[in-house]
């Protein structure tokens, strides 16, 4: 179980699809960088119970982006705008983006 | 059932979280515009089970909408991708804004 970047960005696409309590554990490892250890303590379940619950998110996470390929768009979206905003001079374009960003 | 254009978005963005056969029930319906009677008759099937299946998948959809909100934000993206390409004038950033454009 890699804590990498994949997941993180999974996560913020498609994290409203995992239950509450998926998504506090998915939270706490991917985002805040807590260990296995650390989270079965907060949450007083079991090491094993946080890795079954990492890796059952993992695979609602995949398999939907498997499907809707968003997070890839999204990603594809952003390296868009970016260059946009790198190449641009125009002020209005610059700020339009920034709006643009600020939906990714 | 309206065929409003809300569901033609939500189809082209969740459709693949429906069954095969919700989706290309739904697809006749929204995209290709065909009568619940027409859809029956091609699916071999009642209209009222059109209709049920059309329910259901807009249940899904909209549910699904609800949760993760990427129809509403592909629908900002484009608008301000189609703002960018109104008011450049770099032949670079228009290319980018259309490469954008084409991820929606």
Redesign the interface.
Known sequence: MAKNLKYVLLLD??G??LTKRQKQIAELYYNEDFSLSEIAEMQNITRQAVRDSLRHSENILLQ?EE??G?AD?ML??RF??E??LE??E?E??IK??K??LA??
């Open positions: 696409c498609y409203e699809l939907t499907k809707l968003m768009r594809q979206m868009c705008l260059q946009i190449y641009s125009s209005q374009i339009l983006a709006n643009g939906l990714l």
